[in-house]
């Protein structure tokens, strides 16, 4: 019977590898151009059989782009569209998000990685790509909650108000991930998440618009609206 503090170190050795991996080809293709390495060439990097790799990678690209952003667990979930976090569809989505920081790779991998998007553009549009899903099941998670706190509401006005404010809130939540790799991890992510949320809420309910008045219907005008709403008690 194998013992928990084996277990541990099983699993802490499986994540060293795969970090070593991920490390060898992101390094490589910085220094030589993504399409001119090979799985073989980063498998001696990393001191691995090209078996090893594909344990842990089904291609390249994965290796790569790292893994498809996951969502968090339907416990997170429920508590969200039930319950809450304190505040509206927008302000909880912090709390949504922050439980899913365990699933993140390493500051050292989402930095390479983003050096690597700026210098090779296509594999950009491949993790933009990625995303998609995340953003459909985030607007999906949205709806429930509305629709919740407003049974009676219309169907198509419920749809479109949770697709702007899952876009917004996964706009803000990428703000927040952004400078927290450009800030090398100095400031912890869930602070610089919270921080995200707020300049949103800040620039919006400040005026953006530069002293003009807010066309009714226009984005912002609708994102104020969804952060000034009463917070749920």
């Known amino acids: ?35 001119h390495v ?9 001191d691995v059989s090209p078996r090893t790799f594909f344990n842990y990678f089904a291609s390249k690209e994965d290796a790569v782009l790292g893994a498809v952003p996951g969502f968090p667990d339907e416990g997170v979930v429920e508590r969200y569209v039930t319950d809450g ?5 927008l302000r ?4 949504l998000f922050l439980s899913m920081t365990d ?38 998670v949205v709806q429930r909650r509305m629709i919740r706190e407003d049974p009676a509401a219309d169907v198509a006005e419920v749809e479109r108000a949770a697709r702007l404010i899952a876009l917004v809130g996964f706009a803000a939540m990428r703000h927040g991930w952004l400078a927290w790799i450009d800030g ?6 869930d ?8 300049e949103l809420e800040s620039l919006v309910l ?22 000034a709403a009463p917070t749920i008690g």
């Open 103 to 140: 699933r993140l790779e390493d500051i050292d991998i989402l930095t390479l990685r983003k050096r690597l998007m700026r210098q090779e553009p296509g594999l950009l549009g491949l993790r933009v790509s990625s995303g998609r899903a995340f953003e459909n099941a985030l607007n999906e």
């Open 206 to 227: 400040s005026g953006t618009h530069v002293g003009r008045a807010v066309p009714e219907g226009s984005l912002v005008e609708q994102v104020s609206r969804s952060a």
């Open 1 to 35: 019977m194998t013992e928990p503090n084996e277990l541990g170190l099983r699993e802490r050795k499986r994540r060293e590898t795969r970090r070593s991996l991920q490390i060898a080809i992101l390094q490589q293709s910085l220094e030589r151009g993504y399409d």
């Open 38 to 46: 090979t799985i073989e060439e980063v498998c001696r990097v990393a």
């Open 92 to 95: 909880d989505l912090p709390e």
């Open 191 to 198: 602070v610089q998440l919270r921080e995200s949320f707020a």
């Open 85 to 89: 976090f304190g505040g509206d569809a």
């Open 184 to 189: 090398s991890g100095a400031i912890p992510l």
